[in-house]
């Protein structure tokens, strides 16, 4: 069974911080995809990225940068000079492939989340 | 592109009510879920949809909680009796049915549902 572990439950941070979110998770399969999501006080789920299991390449989007590292089974999410808008919770989810008679599957298993509070 | 619809965003009813929960996918992609979001967890899949054929439902209280997608792309959700422990934010989200999409979903607002 796939697992999301996300350990941290809340971060505090100053702005301009840098800030580091942890996700580790458990699966056995090859092939897999990572997410990490954004979910501010709104309510909505915001898309941040989606990595497979082949790509190991680090990513960096403006502020954000993710390091994904298969030999840990962590996918950690980190915000450089955090500003105010970043206070969210951030939830990292993992899927994988499960080929049914109806086609592929991909079910998202989500971690619990981490409340990041960015304060001025 | 619009993004994916719901309605009402807020409900309020009180236990063995009745209650329903309507969404609009993003145009084009042909696969919906429903979620449940209990305060302080992540969200928890409840249903999938591929077209209006349910791909897993294993989650689905279907004692209480039913769901439909007719036509293959507007969904309900209901839940007939409410249960205090009904009270969480449903999600829906939908993604393009193509394997090579890595089942990237697309949320939208949510309801939050009270039940006193």
């Known amino acids: 069974a796939q697992k999301v572990t996300q350990a941290q439950t809340e971060i505090s941070v100053v702005e301009k911080e840098d800030v580091t979110l942890d996700c580790v998770y458990e699966?056995?399969?090859?092939?897999?995809?990572l997410f990490w999501y954004k979910q501010p006080p709104s309510g909505e789920l915001v898309f941040l990225i989606r990595?497979?299991?082949?790509?190991?390449q680090n990513e960096i989007s403006g502020r954000y940068s993710w390091n994904f590292q298969k030999s840990t089974s962590s996918f950690n999410f980190t915000i450089t000079a955090s500003q105010v808008v970043d206070s969210a919770v951030y939830f990292c989810a993992l899927s994988e492939a499960e080929i049914g008679s109806g086609g592929s599957n991909y079910k998202l298993t989500f971690g619990k989340g981490t409340l990041l509070t960015v304060n001025p | 592109e619009a993004g994916v619809a719901q309605s009402p965003r807020y409900k309020i009813i009180e236990k063995r009510q009745s209650v329903a929960f309507w969404c609009n996918p993003i145009?084009?992609?042909?696969?919906l879920y429903w979620y449940q979001q209990i305060l302080g967890q992540g969200p928890k899949l409840l249903i999938q949809?591929?077209?209006?054929?349910?791909?897993?439902d294993s989650q689905l209280p279907k004692d209480r909680f039913s769901a439909e997608r007719l036509k293959g792309v507007d969904s309900t959700l209901k839940i007939q009796p409410a249960k205090l422990e009904d009270s969480a934010v449903y999600l829906c989200a939908s993604s393009l049915i193509f394997p090579a999409a890595g089942g990237s979903q697309f949320f939208g607002p949510g309801t939050r549902l009270t039940v006193l």
């Open positions: 949809f591929q077209n209006n054929g349910v791909v897993d």
């Open positions: 990595r497979n299991s082949f790509d190991e």
């Open positions: 699966t056995r399969d090859t092939t897999y995809y």
């Open positions: 145009s084009g992609h042909a696969t």
